[in-house]
């Protein structure tokens, strides 16, 4: 099993930035890939990116590209979500998720996070 835990999330206005981050513990000596997901209220949990196992490749939703960079660094077991140009309708809780299957991931994989709010004010 792999653990995930979420931080960074808070209260920023628009055109702020905010950066997440993701700390995996448990069985991570395996390769697995990570990623980012959200759910505002009202709406279903939706894709936001992913990086493989050695950050060689990534993964956007529309809605987020140019704005949001995800990286990770492996020595500490870490996947970040830098947050850029952030607008009201990026509000929503904010999901690590890691595991190994299709690529991109954008149904989700094994293991997620409890989550972080990320609230933008207009």
């Known amino acids: 099993q792999v653990q995930l835990v979420e931080s960074g999330g808070g209260l920023v206005q628009a055109g702020g930035s905010l950066r997440l981050s993701c700390v995996a513990s448990?069985?991570?000596?395996?390769?697995?890939?990570m990623g980012w997901f959200r759910q505002a209220p009202g709406k279903e949990r939706e894709f936001v990116a992913a990086?493989?196992?050695?950050?060689?490749?990534?993964h956007y939703a529309d809605s987020v590209k140019g704005r949001f960079t995800i990286s990770r660094d492996n020595a500490k077991n870490t996947v970040y979500l830098q947050m850029n140009s952030l607008k009201p309708e990026d509000t929503a809780v904010y999901y690590c998720?890691?595991?190994?299957?299709?690529?991109?991931?954008?149904?989700?994989?094994?293991?997620w996070g409890k989550g972080t709010l990320v609230t933008v004010s207009s």
């Open positions: 990086i493989t196992w050695l950050g060689g490749s990534t």
């Open positions: 448990g069985r991570t000596s395996s390769p697995y890939d």
């Open positions: 998720n890691a595991g190994r299957g299709s690529w991109p991931p954008v149904y989700g994989m094994d293991h």
